[in-house]
């Protein structure tokens, strides 16, 4: 057992110092989303000149809600881990999984574990930054509560994060490029992952229905929690049950596609 954490413990150390190596690129990038969320405090801070809320909510609240997304985006957020893990399978680089004993999605999760850490660490430096300003409209709640259970549903959504990019990669094995299938899924995250607009403010029909898809918990669950957004433990902890559900099923689809997927590699490479 410990024999086989350790493996993916240096796993995690390689992908950290990898990671080091390019802490410029994260620390610019996180840089350049400041100009994202002064667009976003552009467009809302006209949304709300003509009223004191949006539904229910000011603009102190929507902005705390977006800098946490923000943030969530850089310590849970899949980048290229899609196009890592298709780059791995069509140049052959996959061969060396399959003669160790090294489960390939662990190893995986492992790398882009220490890249998150790297990158979520870094986007504070901007937003430290920018703190002098931002600080006038930032408000959060103050539950001790909130900490118990954000926490579990953030390590939950950085699975579905992750397991939804793992399912994507794997579909070099059938696909010579899988840029269209990623494209078409950020869009859709984008909407329904709440990064465009607090899924709150939809109608309520279909704010529920979004609550039983996965790109509800990838973004908006965690953030929602953390910023007071959602404020009924008992819907907090029922979220939780089908967020687990969901890194389930992922992972089981997942384990599916690599299963599939290793017998028509190993007949087309003979």
């Known amino acids: 057992m410990l024999a086989s954490l ?7 150390l390689v992908g950290l110092q990898s990671n080091i190596v390019y802490r410029w690129n994260f620390a610019v990038r996180g840089f350049f ?8 405090f552009v467009l809302w801070g006209a949304a709300f000149a003509g009223s004191k809320d949006i539904g229910g909510y000011d603009l102190r609240q929507t902005m705390t809600y977006f800098v946490v997304l923000l943030v969530l985006q850089f310590f849970i957020g899949a980048f290229n881990e899609d196009y890592q893990i298709s780059e791995e399978i ?4 996959i061969n060396q999984f399959l003669l160790k004993p090294i489960n390939y999605f662990t190893y995986r999760f492992s790398i882009f574990s220490a890249a998150r850490l790297v990158s979520g660490t870094l986007i504070f430096l901007p937003l430290l930054v920018a703190m002098p300003i931002l600080k006038d409209y930032l408000t959060f709640p103050t539950e001790w509560w909130r900490l118990a259970l954000g926490l579990p549903a953030l ?3 950085a699975l579905v994060q992750f397991s939804i990019a793992y399912c994507f990669g794997l579909l070099s094995f059938w696909f010579l490029e899988i840029q269209g299938f990623v494209i078409l899924s950020m869009a859709v995250e984008t909407i329904l992952g709440g990064q465009v607009f607090p899924l709150d403010l939809m109608p309520a029909s279909i704010f529920r229905l979004t609550q039983y898809l996965p790109f509800y918990y990838q973004m908006y669950f965690p953030g929602a929690i953390f910023t007071g957004r959602l404020n009924d433990p008992a819907q907090i902890i029922r979220g ?27 007949a087309v490479g003979g």
Do not use: P
Request: overall charge positive; charged content about 15%.
């Open 90 to 93: 069509r140049n052959g680089l």
């Open 6 to 12: 350790n493996k993916y413990r240096h796993a995690f």
């Open 240 to 266: 939780l049950g089908i967020e687990f559900c969901w890194v389930l099923l992922l992972l089981g689809l997942g384990h599916f596609l690599w299963v599939r997927g290793l017998r028509r590699y190993t």
């Open 33 to 40: 989303s400041l100009f994202h969320l002064a667009v976003v």
């Open 155 to 157: 390590l939950l959504s």
